[in-house]
């Protein structure tokens, strides 16, 4: 079986690094509207030093992780500390349990409901108002879309878009309940009568057909690249990224060293949250 990865896989990833242990440390600070200046590398600068018509944002858990979302790693997640959440992020977990996994994509639902986007996701926003940017993502939160971004292709698909388990039916979800339920019955759906999963892709799912044919296409097309929060060597950012046109740069930005694609024109070791306003202020002064 094709084993696909989801948040909870980054979410796990990102527990056993303590680079991004201490940077999620860090990211309260950053978040706050006098984030410091920061300073482009020349390389960067020198790149970024003329008009972009077709940029792409492909963003990953570091993105989401600057606005305080936690991960998810087991033995630290209150009411749901003995689970592995690879163990609650199957097919399989649904047709054993589906009250628990339910009750823990709510509570997930809730903990991003409660959480801010942050500079990176507003650099984002105007990214697209002003240059026309598109944006791709890994994550499953909405916070692309509550800075202001619109038509955000998500390839993880989203904790805001339940369907029917049985028929696929879209189906409308409230406001997050403010209390944490460790089991929760999930809806009816409206047409069929099963019951309603999360809208996200589960290991040993594949990806939305149509989001990665959206994204595939505007990765052949573009013309600047920007990889934030996720280390680009893991499917499916690996694949997107040696979709972009040679000349065309690719800019990572993570604070995160470590392994990354060899299509990765520049890094810059930081978060989204600092990193992606300086790629901003650059690109509206090119000269
Ligand atoms: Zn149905």
């Given at each position: 079986?094709?084993?696909?990865?989801?948040?909870?896989?980054?979410?796990?990833?990102?527990?056993?690094?303590?680079?991004?242990?201490?940077?999620?440390?860090?990211?309260?600070?950053?978040?706050a509207p006098s984030a410091e200046p920061f300073e482009l590398p020349a390389a960067v600068a020198?790149?970024?030093?003329?008009p972009f018509r077709r940029i792409v944002v492909f963003s990953g858990a570091g993105m989401s992780a600057d606005s305080g979302i936690p991960t998810f790693r087991s033995g630290n997640n209150g009411l749901w500390k003995e689970f592995d959440p690879q163990d609650l992020a199957t097919?399989?977990?649904?047709?054993?349990?589906?009250?628990?996994?339910?009750?823990?994509?709510?509570?997930?639902?809730?903990?991003?409901?409660?959480?801010?986007?942050?500079?990176?996701?507003?650099?984002?926003?105007?990214?697209?108002?002003?240059?026309?940017?598109?944006?791709?993502?890994?994550?499953?939160?909405?916070?692309?879309?509550?800075?202001?971004?619109?038509?955000?292709?998500h390839l993880h698909g989203s904790l805001f878009a339940a369907r029917c388990f049985a028929c696929d039916e879209p189906h409308e979800l409230?406001?997050?309940?403010?209390?944490?339920?460790?089991?929760?019955?999930?809806p009816r759906c409206a047409r069929c009568d099963d019951h309603v999963r999360p809208g996200v892709v589960w290991f040993g799912e594949s990806l939305p057909e149509e989001a990665v044919r959206q994204a595939s296409t505007l990765m052949r097309q573009c013309d600047l690249l920007l990889v934030v929060g996720t280390s680009g060597v893991v499917h499916p950012a690996a694949g997107m990224v040696n979709l972009v046109p040679r000349g065309a740069p690719v800019i990572e930005i993570n604070p995160q060293a470590g392994q990354r694609s060899s299509r990765i024109d520049h890094s810059l070791q930081t978060t989204a949250a600092i990193g992606l306003p300086a790629v901003l202020r650059r690109l509206r002064a090119p000269a």
């Open positions: 079986m094709k084993r696909v990865l989801s948040q909870s896989d980054f979410d796990r990833f990102a527990a056993r690094s303590p680079a991004i242990a201490r940077h999620r440390m860090i990211a309260v600070s950053v978040t020198t790149a970024l030093a003329r097919p399989e977990a649904w047709r054993r349990d589906k009250e628990t996994v339910w009750g823990w994509y709510e509570w997930r639902r809730g903990l991003v409901s409660k959480a801010q986007p942050n500079p990176g996701h507003v650099a984002v926003a105007q990214l697209q108002r002003e240059f026309g940017a598109s944006v791709v993502t890994q994550n499953v939160d909405d916070l692309h879309e509550r800075a202001g971004v619109t038509r955000v292709i409230g406001m997050p309940q403010a209390e944490a339920h460790r089991r929760l019955m999930p």
